[in-house]
């Protein structure tokens, strides 16, 4: 089966660091990606890891490990703006991208 | 440069009536995808498109839901004799080319309600 798993909430405070985690078992796999959606409105794109390691693009990077099918998504100084769902998705073939139900980020005072 | 435009942002239908939501992509893009989102969830993939082909409708349920990219104009999810469980935010993507590695840009949605 096809299976993406991420936290269903988090909370962090205005100015700190928060990683959220996101582990995958898919029948293929050609790159992971990042999205933020707030409330309604379209998901954006925030990354793309295909390879084993850190992309890292101003406050917000992301970390794959292949082997482990495991990803996780790191905001720094963060901004009350960033709250925000943040969903996990995996291309899984040419023609189909995998979502996982997101993770919902409330950024307190 | 107009991104992933959708129409109508809210549609409002009776049980039995038939839904048409429309996706236009962004300019240069052919391939175009179709997502649902019930609240609280993720999206889940329904069809994949390109011009006058569908390549993958796996995500499709078997009745009702109907989509297609004509030629000439947008790309239209048809959904026949609504029910009240139809209601949900339905997504559109759209990318370049059937390079998996590209992201898809979204649409801002449609949301559907069945009263």
């Known amino acids: 089966g096809q299976n993406i798993d991420q936290p269903t909430e988090m909370t962090a405070t205005e100015g700190a660091i928060v990683q959220i985690n996101c582990t995958y078992q898919?029948?293929?796999?050609?790159?992971l990606f990042w999205y933020q959606q707030h409330a309604g409105e379209a998901p954006t794109f925030l990354s793309y890891n295909v390879l084993d390691g850190l992309e890292e693009k101003g406050r917000f990077s992301s970390f794959l490990s292949r082997s482990k099918g495991y990803s996780y998504l790191l905001l720094k100084e963060l901004q009350m703006k960033d709250s925000a769902s943040y969903l996990c998705a995996v291309s899984s073939s040419a023609s189909k991208i995998i979502f996982g139900s997101g993770t919902r980020l409330s950024i307190r005072p | 440069n107009a991104g992933v435009m959708q129409n109508p942002r809210h549609l409002v239908r009776r049980r039995g009536q038939e839904a048409r939501l429309r996706c236009s992509p962004m300019k240069g893009h052919s391939h175009v995808y179709w997502y649902r989102q019930l609240p609280e969830e993720g999206l889940k993939f329904m069809v994949y498109l390109q011009k006058e082909n569908i390549i993958d409708e796996s995500g499709m349920p078997k009745e009702r839901f109907s989509a297609e990219f004509p030629k000439e104009g947008p790309s239209i999810l048809r959904i026949q004799q609504v029910v009240r469980g139809d209601s949900a935010a339905y997504f559109c993507?759209?990318?370049?080319?059937?390079?998996?590695?590209?992201?898809?840009?979204f649409g801002d949605g449609t949301r559907l309600s069945i009263l």
């Open positions: 898919t029948s293929g796999f050609n790159g």
């Open positions: 993507a759209s990318s370049p080319d059937r390079n998996q590695y590209q992201p898809q840009h």
